[in-house]
């Protein structure tokens, strides 16, 4: 697939412009939306992302049009495991709701940023190092383990970084509408709502870790990984707001994850053998018996375990709640820690948690 200079262009430009509409249209001026103005933007940014895939099948071939799409899939289930987080952070600096969409703005437009750079990188290193894939394959490995039997079972608000943060800046306790500074007294004070938006960025740049290794073990065309990457960020506002109450149900989702990294460090490893330069394996020969994972499968595999991980996600706490009120669906694992954080998380933030409480209760999960 061969993306031109020109090509390139539009399509980042096309992109901004996107995020610049979706600032000023729902975003600039303060409020919760709707559960319909949110499944309407969510529906219509998901048939972009899909009618986009069928234009590069149709115009470069449908191997490309497959690596997008398994590049899709899992770059959207990547940052639906993000919102859980970001619901956490949110609550533990006790955002108030009708501010919440210009923290996940902000956010999402860093997490674009940081995984370009990335992708820069990732593109640099892959054409001039074949060995960076044996790096990626390990990597996806090892994150695929910490994701299965680790989650997420910390606030982020509470971090040695954000307590760094605030040793450094000057922060008031109370939130001064949606303003990032504010002048006390004649001295200059950043709010909570900057520490919010500076813990979303912390956030995005690990997980871009998993991100872009993971895209890239699926296909080599950065322009895929590009698009993929925007077209997975673009709408997760409006999904955070139309599945915030369904995220403390997808207590498999970290497994389905799991399943999915591991997959595609395996296919890494798989790919690294077989252009092999390294010379102490085989000579610095390549592998040709090692098979290569064809991109069909890989998107089959991917959309299955996508798929299993959410109905029996929904089918085991739906079980729970009938059985016996929720007790069966805790203590699990440590991934259903962070969803029990995010049920917290959600049922604060649904509350209202004081708009005006102190730094210490913004600290709480």
Request: avoid cysteine; proline fraction near 3%; charge should be neutral.
């Amino acid at each position: 697939m061969q993306a031109t200079p020109l090509v390139w262009i539009v399509t980042i430009a096309v992109t901004i412009l996107f995020f610049v509409y979706e600032f000023f249209a729902h975003v600039r001026k303060p409020h919760e939306p709707s559960i319909g103005e949110s499944a309407r933007w969510s529906a219509f940014y998901i048939g972009l992302a899909l009618l986009f895939g069928v234009g590069i099948g149709m115009v470069s071939g449908w191997t490309f049009g497959g690596e997008y799409f398994a590049g899709y899939l899992t770059e959207k289930a990547l940052s639906v495991d993000n919102l859980f987080v970001f619901l956490i952070v949110m609550t533990g600096f006790a955002v108030p709701k009708k501010y919440q969409q210009k923290v996940l703005m902000v956010g999402i437009i860093i997490a674009l940023i940081l995984r370009g750079g990335f992708i820069a990188i990732g593109a640099a290193l892959i054409e001039n190092f074949s060995w960076v894939f044996y790096i990626f394959g390990a990597l996806l490995l090892f994150l695929a383990y910490r994701q299965a039997f680790g989650g997420h079972d910390s606030n982020p608000a509470d971090g040695r970084f954000m307590k760094f943060v605030r040793r450094v800046l000057p922060v008031t306790p109370d939130y001064h509408r949606d303003r990032l500074t504010v002048n006390l007294d004649g001295k200059r004070f950043v709010t909570p709502m900057l520490l919010t938006i500076i813990a979303i960025g912390f956030v995005d740049l690990i997980f871009a870790v998993d991100s872009i290794p993971a895209i890239y073990g699926l296909t080599g065309e950065s322009y895929i990984v590009f698009t993929a990457n925007a077209f997975a960020l673009m709408g997760l506002r409006q999904l955070f707001f139309l599945i915030g109450g369904l995220l403390e149900r997808l207590v498999y989702l970290a497994q389905g994850l799991a399943v999915i990294l591991a997959f595609i460090g395996v296919k890494l490893v798989f790919h690294a053998l077989h252009v092999n330069e390294v010379s102490f394996i085989n000579g610095g020969q390549p592998l040709l018996w090692v098979p290569e994972i064809p991109i069909w499968f890989s998107l089959l595999f991917i959309a299955v375990t996508i798929l299993v991980a959410t109905v029996a996600s929904l089918a085991k706490t739906r079980s729970s709640r009938v059985g016996d009120g929720g007790e069966g669906a805790r203590g699990d694992s440590a991934v259903h820690d962070r969803t029990s954080a995010a049920a917290v998380a959600h049922q604060d933030a649904e509350a209202g948690v004081g708009e005006d409480t102190d730094s210490t209760a913004r600290s709480r999960r």
